[in-house]
């Protein structure tokens, strides 16, 4: 979303990136919330925390409508799969067009398509006509257009931003701010659903676009430089993966990552199944096992918005996955509301813990030229598993049910956190050197060319 205003679209963009600052040992409030002071960043804070509201609350009025359309788990996954399944295949092209062309431009364009794509889904539901297939190729299309928009935005945070020691917080601030909108969105969804149908849910999400757009189109931006670059995207890509998969902390990251989308974050396509057959609820009972996993993460974004460091960033992410398939076991075998919802929480908070570090560890130690290709693997491992997870999950839960379901994706959350923490050490060895270099040590200075 940013981009040098004058440039053409053909040529690669080289970032222009905030240097560190002094380190600012302060704390409080006002440290908690540091990034804010930042104005293209606090435009698009509060511009994004109106339209994921909306996204929220179509998230949940889609899967209660998918579900009460086909009483099928399977058709739940299938969904799922049809929405997510693009960004696996296109978030390669995507990565390498964030580093080429004007970010700004290109997620202006990504915002406008998707609110057409909820009111053309408003449309058909409110008009009664809608069938499943609609569904499933709206799903796609929206699939399509998160291909390009997510990970040009992971790119875009450094740009909005005057020094870089504010990008942890930034972070940290923006999950806080997309599981406000998983609290608020889903409560308000179900609610909508029971009282005026899915289609208002929808279309009161294209209206919420408004706010993002103008947002972006309000935000004043320093023109960054532009350099030519040889070779085709598919060659850019290569480079791009080779530079990932040839150092040791990122190559772990996005693999733990992968394997979190695939087991852990899939389970969400099963909660129309526990909240209308185990829990014997209806809408408002998805909308509020859904927003109690954003309870959860909102918590542990007000942790992590309290951290000033890095250090210490693995050994959350594998204490973090470990918390959400403990949480996720335990969900499978209860059948009270109450307990269900705390066990949500916690899954939530781990979920966010490991996704926030994972975002702010590769945001700190990729080299700029490349942090459009890297965070577009981020996208492929966090979304581009999903689609796989959901068909898994629905399967599984179609053969032995969903809470053995649950139970399995769980058990793979805890055997990946294990996996990685027994290679904590090397990860902290490989990486203390680039985070010296870069200046993310508060008690190191960052290295200077001689």
Not at 37 to 48: C, I, P
Not at 150 to 171: C, G, H, K, W, Y
Not at 369 to 387: A, E, H, I, N, Q
């Amino acid at each position: 979303m940013s981009a040098n205003e004058s440039g053409n679209g053909m040529l690669p963009e080289m970032t222009t990136t905030p240097a560190p600052s002094p380190v600012n040992r302060q704390t409080g409030p006002k440290t908690m919330v540091r990034a804010l002071r930042n104005r293209n960043y606090r435009l698009f804070f509060f511009g994004q925390g109106a339209s994921l509201v909306g996204t929220w609350m179509q998230r949940v009025a889609l899967a209660w409508l998918v579900y009460g359309l086909t009483d099928s788990e399977w058709m739940l996954g299938v969904v799922g799969f049809a929405g997510m399944i693009c960004t696996f295949l296109l978030a390669p092209v995507a990565g390498v067009l964030a580093d080429r062309v004007n970010r700004r431009g290109l997620i202006v364009g990504t915002q406008a398509l998707a609110m057409t794509q909820a009111f053309l889904l408003a449309g058909l539901t409110l008009s009664g006509g809608i069938a499943v297939w609609q569904i499933i190729a709206l799903s796609a299309v929206l699939g399509l257009i998160n291909a390009f928009d997510i990970p040009t935005r992971q790119s875009f945070v450094v740009d909005m931003l005057e020094s870089r020691d504010d990008l942890p917080n930034a972070i940290a601030l923006n999950s806080f701010l997309v599981n406000g909108a998983k609290l608020a969105g889903p409560a308000l969804g179900g609610a909508l659903v029971a009282v005026a149908g899915e289609g208002l849910c929808f279309l009161l999400n294209g209206l919420t676009f408004l706010a993002v757009i103008a947002a972006l189109l309000a935000m004043r931006l320093q023109p960054s430089a532009i350099a030519r670059t040889d070779g085709n995207l598919l060659t850019h890509f290569r480079e791009g993966l080779g530079y990932a998969m040839g150092f040791g902390p990122i190559r772990l990251v996005l693999g733990l990552l992968a394997v979190i989308s695939l087991l852990g974050m899939s389970v969400n396509v099963l909660m129309p199944v526990f909240a209308r057959d185990i829990l014997a609820g209806g809408p408002e009972t998805l909308g509020w096992l859904t927003a109690a996993t954003g309870i959860g993460a909102i918590a542990a974004a007000l942790f992590l918005v309290s951290r000033r460091s890095v250090v210490g960033m693995g050994r959350r992410m594998a204490v973090a996955c470990a918390l959400m398939g403990l949480c996720l076991i335990a969900f499978a075998f209860s059948q009270q509301l109450w307990i269900s919802l705390a066990l949500l929480a916690g899954a939530g908070f781990g979920t966010m813990i490991q996704l926030v570090s994972a975002n702010t560890t590769l945001q700190t130690i990729v080299d700029d030229d490349k942090r459009g290709r890297v965070m577009s693997l981020y996208t492929m491992c966090f979304m581009g598993m999903g689609p796989f997870g959901s068909l898994l999950m629905g399967a599984l839960a179609r053969w032995w049910g969903a809470p053995t379901a649950m139970m399995i994706s769980g058990a793979g959350c805890i055997l990946a956190a294990l996996a990685f923490a027994s290679r904590l050490p090397v990860f902290d060895r490989q990486v203390r050197p680039v985070y010296v270099r870069k200046g993310a040590l508060a008690d190191v200075k960052p290295a200077t060319a001689p």
